[in-house]
């Protein structure tokens, strides 16, 4: 069976998550109790998931997100942006049964930020997650 349709032609749904931490993780077990296939990343790919960050792009992406109707996007962006956008933008952009991209953030992008007044740094993750947010349009 191809993953992301099933054999009589009806859909099987594939959540593909960059980031599968505790919040995503919640997220994910639901679904999954709902029949959708659920994949997706981590920094160091522990309890099943597959290895991505910036400087470790995943290693078939095509592959490893073939058949995703649903993608989302749980890793906060850096510096240089959206990890997932710089390094897989066009496998994203290709991927036939897509239907949906979501970004699930924290607190942590908020724009006013302690570490930002005690540190006098003031392009915090919240300036990050607009310039990512500015990419998607």
């Not at 959206?82 to 049964?97: G, I, N, R, T, Y």
Request: glycine share 12%; hydrophobic share 40%; charged share 15%.
């Amino acid at each position: 069976m191809r993953i992301g349709k099933s054999w009589d032609g009806g859909i099987v749904e594939k959540l593909f998550v960059f980031g599968l931490g505790y919040s995503a993780l919640v997220l994910a077990q639901r679904l999954a109790g709902q029949g959708w296939t659920v994949a997706g990343t981590s920094r160091d790919g522990v309890n099943d998931t597959i290895p991505f960050e910036r400087q470790q792009p995943l290693s078939n992406a095509a592959g490893q997100l073939a058949g995703t109707t649903h993608l989302l996007l749980s890793i906060p962006p850096d510096q240089a942006g959206d990890p997932v956008l710089a390094c897989h933008a066009e496998v994203v952009a290709k991927l036939p049964d897509l239907r949906w991209i979501g970004y699930l953030s924290t607190t942590g992008v908020y724009i006013y930020r302690w570490t930002c007044l005690l540190a006098g740094d003031c392009i915090t993750s919240g300036a990050y997650y607009l310039l990512c947010l500015s990419h998607y349009k």
